[in-house]
């Protein structure tokens, strides 16, 4: 985990800052910063139409009855989009814009399904239930099903209390 927050925090930045600086030196510092405010400026309003369209996805479906699970996940990734593209960068914007477009999305979208799908397990009423789509799951065999009984404690005879006293 260590590993991952070092590089989230110094690699990506530091590579960012040189791809930056490499860029402000063959196309010139205004280039650049045109570019940087170019593409924070697209993708906000990327992000914008395409998150007002999942959220709607999300109502629909929760209209319908259903489990909006696809409709969440593709909003978070466009949520995660968004902040990609309003940070400056070559690689953030280039993630970002990969992020909004439908069909990456898509592919992005069934890993992060199958990475999820494999760390989480719900047990309800004795049947697994996949958490993305709330369909009944192949029973595995790692899962132990015990019944519990309630035992209380016997109400004391009154004749045996008064004995004993």
Same mark, same amino acid.
């Given at each position: ?12 930045? &530091?590579?960012? !800052? ?7 030196? /063959? ?21 914008? $139409?395409?998150?007002?369209? #999942? ?6 479906? !929760? #209209? ?11 909003? !978070? !990734?466009?949520?995660? &989009?968004?902040?990609?593209?309003? *940070? ?16 990456? /999305?898509?592919?992005?979208?069934? =890993?992060?399904? #199958? ?5 989480? =397990?719900?047990? $309800? ?8 789509? #709330?369909?009944?799951?192949? =029973? ?14 016997? *109400?004391?005879?009154?004749? *045996? &209390?008064?004995?004993?006293?």
């Amino acid at each position: 985990m260590l590993i991952r927050l070092l590089i989230l925090f110094i690699v990506v930045p &530091a590579i960012e !800052l040189a791809l930056l600086l490499f860029l402000g030196d /063959r196309i010139g510092p205004w280039w650049t910063l045109g570019i940087i405010f170019t593409t924070g400026f697209i993708g906000a309003r990327l992000a914008r $139409s395409q998150g007002s369209r #999942a959220w709607k996805r999300i109502r629909e479906a !929760l #209209a319908a009855g259903q489990v909006p699970g696809t409709e969440l996940v593709d909003g !978070l !990734l466009i949520l995660i &989009a968004g902040a990609l593209l309003v *940070t400056p960068g070559v690689i953030t914007d280039t993630a970002g814009f990969c992020l909004l477009i439908p069909p990456t /999305r898509r592919l992005i979208r069934s =890993h992060v399904v #199958a990475y999820f799908k494999r760390r989480l =397990h719900i047990q $309800s009423f004795g049947t697994t239930v996949d958490p993305l789509t #709330a369909r009944p799951r192949p =029973h595995r065999n790692d899962v132990i099903e015990v019944d519990a009984e309630t035992v209380s404690e016997p *109400t004391p005879d009154p004749t *045996t &209390a008064q004995r004993l006293s």
